[in-house]
T-cell receptor, first 115, second 117 residues
């Protein structure tokens, strides 16, 4: 158990809908990352937050947004869902986020299926 | 251009034997970190081992060791005394620094390891 929690574990929804994925980082970690794992794209970085502020952005679609709250939990919002958004979404956390030795610990993931 | 390359899509190893999973990387940043993660069939990503670009010695963590050859830009994972529970996907990743003190992991395509009894 990495200490990172993600809810829900599974999510099935329809095209055009909006969903919210939730992540709680390990105790003491200030940085949260979101990754998407799909069969065709592999594991891709989406976005990083540090202590409530956006730090880095990757291949995140405009239909997707995220935020980190004062209690450091984070939410990833996916809207106008398409079939191609079906994937495993991981949240990871690390202590600082800006140090090269900083290890990212991953949550169990949320499997999103868009029908 | 792909920055992390894992050339072995799948591998078999006999239980109790050692196995090497290959990883090559490409970066112009002198400061970087290399990581290996294990993803069992249940789906979670488990951190195994880390190697920093300035580290003089190869990293080791229990049965895992990292064969770091900086000049060749390779960071191969060695698993000694393979166990049935080692059957999983293994991902090599490189930490890249981004602007505003951000960072991200770039992952390779993974190697599926199957341990035979």
């Amino acid at each position: 158990d990495s200490g990172v929690t993600q809810t829900p574990k599974h999510l099935i929804t329809a095209t055009g809908q909006r969903v919210t994925l939730r992540c709680s980082p390990r105790s003491g970690d200030l940085s949260v990352y979101w990754y998407q794992q799909s069969l065709d794209q592999g594991l891709q970085f989406l976005i990083q937050y540090y202590n409530g502020e956006e730090r880095a952005k990757g291949n995140i679609l405009e239909r997707f947004s995220a935020q980190q709250f004062p209690d450091l939990h984070s939410e990833l919002n996916l809207s106008s869902l398409e079939l191609g958004d079906s994937a495993l979404y991981f949240c990871a956390s690390s202590v600082e986020g800006g140090v090269r030795t900083d290890t990212q610990y991953f949550g169990p993931g949320t499997r999103l299926t868009v029908l | 251009a792909q920055k992390i390359t894992q050339t072995q899509p799948g591998m078999f190893v006999q239980e109790k034997e050692a196995v090497t999973l290959d990883c090559t990387y490409d970066t112009s940043d002198p400061s970087y970190g290399l990581f290996w993660y294990k993803q069992p069939s249940s789906g979670e990503m488990i951190f195994l081992i880390y190697q920093g670009s300035y580290d003089q010695q190869n990293a080791t963590e229990g049965r895992y060791s990292l064969n770091f050859q900086k000049a060749r830009k390779s960071a191969n994972l060695v698993i000694s005394a393979s166990q049935l529970g080692d059957s999983a996907m293994y991902f090599c990743a490189m930490r890249e620094a981004l602007g505003n003190a951000g960072n991200m992991l770039t992952f390779g395509g993974g190697t599926r390891l199957m341990v035979k009894p």
